[in-house]
């Protein structure tokens, strides 16, 4: 996670499930410098928010030009984007990383779902398995392999990872400001407390953030999840997934 005053910028490394990526750095390396050149690129406020994205992923590819770039397990990462700009809120989303924003109409949900349409049969094969199980870490193994054939495809989904082009694949969009009391920039592994868990509203999360902050609201995700430690209840790829959440006021 990443910020200025105007700027909250949310990655989320994807998981190798133990895998070979082709880099000797590895995915907490690639977050980090992602994060910075972000940062960097939309240094001016005018810059487009997926030519920022883009000019970032080609600085970072810079970066490690001795690594296997194009090795479909690259390091690669979710993005979501909020920028105050001028009386408008601008956004971009790439991935499942969601913002989410209260407004005077409700809240609005802006997230890219589109992995989840992505090889179902191996996707219900991980969840039929407990987590911390073999044959949890072996259907894991196959549907991230598999993933990996399909990622930054027009028959897959897109993140960033090496190459500049996945920028033009992401959301984005402007609202005004007066349409919008507050915002929240996340990962999935804060936002499943509502999508997945089903242990809270939105209300609930933006009541949370005033109240208590994000690492008020991680608290709330972490003690839902070690009533099921194992995925009984919610299947999913981990007990608990990295969980990071800015929250913005204006």
Known sequence: MAGTPTLAVVLDGLSTAGLPTGCRHGVPWY????????LAALADPERPLSDGLADALERVAAMHPNCDLSDPGTPSATVAILRHNHGAIDHLVLADSPIVLDGTDGYTVITDLRVDDTLPD??????????????????????????????????????????PDAAEHALTGTISLRDVRSAAVMSDGVSRLVTEYDAATW????????????????????GVEATDPTGIRWPRYKSGDDAAVAYCQW
């Open 31 to 38: 977050v980090a410098h992602l994060g910075g050149s972000l």
């Open 122 to 163: 191996l996707r219900a094969e991980v969840e039929s398995h407990q987590t911390h199980t073999p044959g949890h870490r072996e259907a894991l193994q196959r549907l991230v392999l598999a993933q990996r054939q399909v990622r930054n495809t027009p028959e897959g989904y897109w993140v960033a990872a090496a190459r």
């Open 203 to 222: 209300a609930d999360v933006f009541g949370t953030l005033q109240a208590g902050g994000p690492r008020k609201l991680i608290e709330s995700v972490r």
